[in-house]
């Protein structure tokens, strides 16, 4: 089979690998779509945790079970599904186990004609959406649908800033508020993807570049109760200028900066509430599935690209220019 390999001296290259064999409780997914996420560019890099190459990348993906292994249901056998895209979250909601790992490194992701993987890790595709609809879902959607339910807990009426709206996870966020009936607030370097966010239903943005967006924002909202946080600010003091008093800081991301500083007592004194994230539980997937399905919500899909010319999607990925989530057809 076909996959794209991210070699030992960092290269990418389409190579040609052998399909997996399959365990009792696994089963083959021909994949018919992937899609990217800022992770790769981070392990292209050389920038993620326990690196280990050579690795096919890739942790969205959509596909047809087409073998399955000796314990696993024949009623399986050519069914359409999406993949859970991480291993072993365990059984905990608060948070994973420590071995909890995402798909495509340290193991064989979905950038390839077939994956193998757990019957644990598969659910049925949603018929209301297309292969590549399907394949943007994984990751960011996930990572959003945890950050706004479990964490920040947002509520109908509650205003929630988005940053960086260009992001793949930021646009489910998105959707998702405005499927919760939440208003909507945005950061972005772009005036476009304000307005185009603003098309989609958020209330107003403002431009992160500009070093006033904090009073910006402040101006044109009413306080703020819950932050989407790709890229939390190097001095989160100037969250207060807009965060009402017991306000949640969700943060999943790290795009402009990997180290922040606080007036910690400014942080206590309004009970403000500074959360990690990461993905979420299969559980989660599941419900974030019925909730889309119910919502009739699609993914946000920037541009999509074939299987041959994936590093053309790497690129456009790195560009950041995108609105939404690059898909690959395979
Ligand atoms: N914790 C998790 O489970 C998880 C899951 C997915 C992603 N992530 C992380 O979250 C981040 C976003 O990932 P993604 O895949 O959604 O991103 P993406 O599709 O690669 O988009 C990145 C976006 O980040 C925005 N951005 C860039 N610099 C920024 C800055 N200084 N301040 C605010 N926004 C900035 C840009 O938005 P504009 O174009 O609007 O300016 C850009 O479009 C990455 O760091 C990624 O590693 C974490």
Redesign the pocket.
Known sequence: MKALVLQNDKSLEVIEQDIPQLNAQEVLVSIKASAL???E??IAKGMYPGMQLPCILGADGAGIITKIGSEVEASFMDKEVIIYPAYDWGENEDAPKKSFRVLGMPDPGTMAEYIKVPISSIHAKPSYLSWEEAAALP??YL?AWRALTKHGKLQKDQSILI????????QAGLAFAKAMEAKVYV????ED?IAQAKERGATAGVN?KDEEWHLQLKERSDGIDMVLD??PSENLDNYFKFMKYGGKIVA??????RKTTINISKFFLRHIQFIG???GSPREFQAMLDFMELNNIKPSIDSSYDFLNIKEAFAA?AS????G?IVIRH
Do not use: E, F, P
């Open positions: 996420n800022h992770r560019l981070w990751v960011a990572t940053t960086g709206i260009g992001g793949g996870v930021a950061t972005s370097s772009s993807k992160y790709s890229s999943y991301g790290s795009t402009g900066s994230t990461a993905m990925l950041g220019n995108q609105l989530k």
